[in-house]
């Protein structure tokens, strides 16, 4: 089953709560507060999205985080590999040459094309869409562009 860990399901949260600042700088504290999350957990999340480039930080009393680029210009994509790391489904879909059975492998092909699918579903959801869903958005269409896709 594919899932989400809850960590980044916080760490979405958080760059809900900064989009909806609107450019403003948050705390730490704030941020925590705003979602119900622990400052522990916040902090590292925080960090974490820093350190991918997703948010800034800026010291001092006047500091805080906020989102590096406009939630419209962050992809759900991003925001999976800044939180969980590299997409790959399989072993062969992260790089190939990885795996032993791959030279004889029947299957590995449909999987890096499964992969390649649904990374392209998820270029084209923005942090604007999982902020605040458009009013066509909906993820039976999204399941059309996936089953369109693999059709390719």
Request: aromatic share 4%; glycine share 10%; proline share 4%.
């Amino acid at each position: 089953m594919l899932r989400v860990s809850r960590l980044t399901d916080y760490g979405t949260m958080i760059l809900g709560c900064l989009a909806q600042a609107g450019g403003a700088s948050l705390s730490a504290k704030r941020i925590a507060q705003a979602t119900q999350l622990k400052l522990p957990t916040a902090q590292k999340l925080l960090k974490q999205l820093a350190g991918r480039g997703l948010v800034q930080s800026e010291r001092g009393a006047l500091g805080g985080y906020r989102l590096a680029r406009p939630a419209g210009n962050i992809n759900a994509a991003e925001i999976l590999e800044a939180l969980e790391g590299p997409m790959a489904l399989t072993e062969c879909c992260h790089s190939e040459g990885q795996c032993e059975l791959e030279s004889f492998c029947s299957v590995g092909t449909a999987w890096r094309q499964i992969n390649r699918a649904i990374r392209g579903a998820l270029t084209e959801v923005t942090l604007s869409d999982l902020h605040r869903p458009p009013s066509g958005f909906q993820a039976p269409r999204l399941a059309a562009d996936l089953s369109a896709r693999m059709a390719r």
